[in-house]
C-alpha cells in the first residue's frame, strides 16, 4: 500500500538493516533503528513511512505513527521536505479513513493537495506521490478513472527513478482496476509481475496480498495453491491483519512425512 522507502540494492549498512526488519514486518524495531536520525528530514521521514506501514499492515500504532509525523514535519526545510511530509500527512490520513479509525478524508485530501503544490513534477518524490492520490481516489473518493490515471503516472514515474518496490505497487493496483473492469489477462500480468518483483525484492511482508490478488485471475488448483501459500505466511508474520479473515478458511498444509 505504501510503496515507499528503500531497499537492500542502496549498500548503506544502515538501510540494509532498516529493510531487513521492514520486509519481515519488523516495523517498530526498524524504526527504532532510525531513532537517532530522527533530528535529520530524511531519517525523520522514513520513520514516519516505516510507522504508517506498520499501521496499514496492522491496522495499530496510529499515535505513535501521528507523533513521528509532526516530528519530521518540524524539522522539514525545503519545499521537497515539507512536500515529502505533507505526502506521509496525506497517507495517514487515508489509511486512518480506509480502515474507519476516524474520518481524515479531508486531511488526506488538502496534504496531498499541498504534497503536490510543493513537489516538483519530476522529482523523485512525485511518483510515490500520484500513487498515493490514486488510492485515495479509488478507496475514499470511488473514482476509479481518476485513480488509473494517477496509477498510471506513479507507475512511469517509479520506471523512470528505477523505484522496482513502488512498481510492485503500481503494477498491483492497475491490475486490479483491470480486474474489475473484467480484464483478466491484462489484470493477471500486472499481478504476476508485481509477484515477481516483492519476491526478488525480498518484501516478505508484501507477498501474500500479491498472492491473493493473482489468486483471483487463476483457476483451480493454481489459486488454491497460492491462497494456501499467503494463508502460511500470514500466520508467519502475523500480518497484514485484513487477510486473516478472508484467508481463515484456507487449511495449514499436512506436515511432512
Not at 132 to 148: I, K, M, S, T
Not at 221 to 226: E, G, I, K
Amino acid at each position: 500500500m505504501s510503496g515507499s522507502g528503500t531497499t537492500a540494492d542502496d549498500g548503506d549498512p544502515l538501510q540494509t538493516a532498516v529493510w531487513r526488519l521492514r520486509s519481515r514486518g519488523c516495523w517498530t524495531d526498524a524504526a527504532a533503528l532510525l531513532e537517532p536520525h530522527a533530528g535529520a528530514p530524511a531519517g525523520a521521514l522514513q520513520r514516519t513511512a516505516l510507522l504508517t506501514e506498520r499501521c496499514v499492515y496492522t491496522e495499530s500504532g496510529w499515535a505513535e505513527a501521528d507523533e513521528a509525523l509532526r516530528g519530521a514535519e518540524a524539522v522539514a526545510r525545503s519545499d521537497e521536505e515539507r512536500g515529502a511530509a505533507a505526502c506521509e500527512r496525506g497517507h495517514l490520513a487515508y489509511a486512518a479513513t480506509l480502515f474507519g479509525v476516524r474520518d481524515r478524508a479531508d486531511e488526506a485530501r488538502s496534504a496531498f493537495g499541498r504534497a503536490a503544490a510543493l513537489i516538483a513534477p519530476e522529482g523523485p518524490g512525485r511518483a510515490l506521490l500520484d500513487f498515493r492520490r490514486g488510492l485515495f481516489a479509488e478507496n475514499v473518493a470511488d473514482a476509479p478513472q481518476a485513480a488509473h490515471a494517477a496509477y498510471r503516472r506513479a507507475h512511469e514515474g517509479a520506471t523512470a527513478h528505477g523505484d522496482r518496490l513502488l512498481l510492485s505497487f503500481t503494477w498491483r493496483h492497475l491490475a486490479g482496476l483491470a480486474l474489475r473492469e473484467g480484464e483478466l489477462t491484462q489484470a493477471r500480468h500486472g499481478f504476476t509481475e508485481s509477484l515477481r518483483i516483492r519476491e526478488e525484492l525480498g518484501y516478505l511482508i508484501g507477498t501474500a496480498p500479491a498472492l491473493v490478488a493473482l489468486a483471483d485471475t487463476e483457476e483451480e488448483p493454481v489459486s488454491t495453491r497460492l491462497r494456501t501459500e499467503a494463508a502460511r505466511l500470514v500466520r508467519l508474520l502475523g500480518a497484514p491483519t485484513w487477510l486473516k479473515t478472508p484467508l481463515g478458511t484456507v487449511p495449514p498444509p499436512s506436515p511432512a512425512t
